[in-house]
């Protein structure tokens, strides 16, 4: 079927773009009526015209929305054909006909489950805003992520697929044929894992696929591709503890040396095993691996917080390095006697040394990030969302941040 997707009015015109105010500050691009529960951001630009659109992944609601901003305000559009519970979109031109298409990964279900619910949604441009919805693949586990790239060389689009699903999942790609099929390979059999990237990690010339897995395992693995989609699994992260709580992954070069390097964050404070007289607040947090050019990466611990969820790399005050913003998950009935603090900014002094500055009874639960020039004017703009579902406290489903440093609105 053809789903032209439903446009919503009374978006709201970012507030406050040419102000200086020092700190972390917001700007609100899209109204917050419904107090919807995000999953996930990202910025992607689906229509080609040379600006990114926010696109918002809503699990409870059933539906993935796709803000088009400019300087007049935003308006947005529902995808909600073939999906149950959204959790992450992928934007790219998935058949090679010169249109970008829509890839939604559907968990199917938020609590944890072995049920075969989870599922791989594409939404095929088909021109003029309208696009089909088909299922690529469905009654899998509770289905997390799927990320394309050409796996096996042979010049078309392949996905990379994270099957979560609860004591039995994995990580597979979907190798895609010649008669628009889809071919399943499977090279890890683990349940847990939460992140795929498709990526040249060694500069050999294939991809590689760099992961992250949170439940019966605690690790990052990279596995090194031989060009045909066979992988060889190099562990760079294996923590004993399943408390652990792996919770995000960010692949960029964050020193600006011409590789890729790895931000992850540990706080997943929904293990439920966390031991008693533990600290949080000195075993959650950010830390990053720095690549070093020959397959070996060094490890770089960057700050401790409790409920750490994602360390988004950005430059928010555009000095020219990539500063951390940190988002936490701290529920309220968690860690009561725990320091509470919603977001924290590391700033980057150019050298890779950071600054730190908290922000408590801010925006709570904002467990996503992404960066892109949204208005199209060259500068970059900073998103991110809260899974907030009943919990207390301030919280948005989509709004910028902004910041400047002390001294700065001088």
């Not at 005050?317 to 529920?331: A, E, H, R």
Request: proline share 3%; with cysteine.
């Amino acid at each position: 079927m053809v789903l032209i997707c439903t446009i919503l009015s009374g978006c709201v015109t970012p507030s406050g773009k040419n102000q200086c105010e020092e700190g972390l500050t917001t700007a609100e691009y899209l109204s917050d009526p419904d107090a919807a529960t995000v999953a996930n951001i990202n910025l992607a630009d689906l229509n080609n015209d040379g600006a990114d659109e926010i696109f918002s992944a809503r699990p409870l609601d059933g539906i993935v929305t796709r803000a088009i901003c400019n300087s007049n305000g935003c308006t947005e559009q529902t995808f909600s054909d073939n999906l149950v519970a959204p959790v992450r979109t992928h934007i790219v031109d998935l058949d090679g006909d010169g249109l970008t298409d829509l890839i939604v990964s559907d968990i199917g279900i938020l609590p944890p489950s072995d049920e075969y619910v989870g599922k791989v949604v594409l939404f095929k441009a088909l021109g003029d805003d309208e696009f089909e919805s088909t299922i690529i693949i469905d009654g899998i586990g509770r289905t997390v992520s799927a990320e394309s790239g050409d796996i096996d060389s042979d010049g078309d689009l392949d996905l990379v697929v994270c099957e979560f699903g609860n004591t039995q999942g994995s990580i597979f790609w979907l190798e895609a044929t010649d008669n628009s099929s889809w071919v399943r390979h499977t090279f890890e059999e683990r349940p847990g894992a939460i992140n795929a990237y498709p990526i040249d990690i060694d500069d050999d010339g294939d991809l590689d696929v760099i992961t992250s897995l949170s439940q019966d395992d605690e690790e990052i693995n990279i596995y090194l591709n031989d060009g045909t989609g066979q992988f060889t699994k190099n562990t760079l992260i294996d923590k004993e503890d399943t408390h652990y709580g792996m919770s995000g992954l960010e692949i960029v070069d964050l020193d600006q040396d011409g590789d890729i390097d790895i931000v992850y964050s540990n706080g997943d404070t929904l293990d439920m095993d966390f031991p008693d007289k533990a600290n949080p607040n000195e075993y959650h947090g950010v830390a990053w691996l720095e690549n070093e050019g020959n397959g070996q990466f060094i490890h770089h611990e960057l700050t401790r917080v409790w409920g750490a969820f994602i360390g988004h790399p950005v430059d928010i005050d555009s000095d020219g390095d990539l500063d951390i913003i940190i988002g936490t998950f701290q529920l309220t009935d968690y860690f009561t006697n725990a320091t509470r603090i919603d977001l924290v900014l590391l700033e980057n002094d150019g050298d890779q040394s950071f600054t730190r500055h908290s922000y408590n009874n801010h925006l709570r639960y904002v467990i996503t990030f992404d960066s892109g020039d949204i208005d199209g004017d060259g500068d970059i703009e900073l998103i991110g969302g809260s899974h907030r579902m009943s919990f207390d406290g301030p919280s948005h489903r989509g709004i910028e941040f902004k910041w400047s440093p002390p001294g700065s609105c001088e």
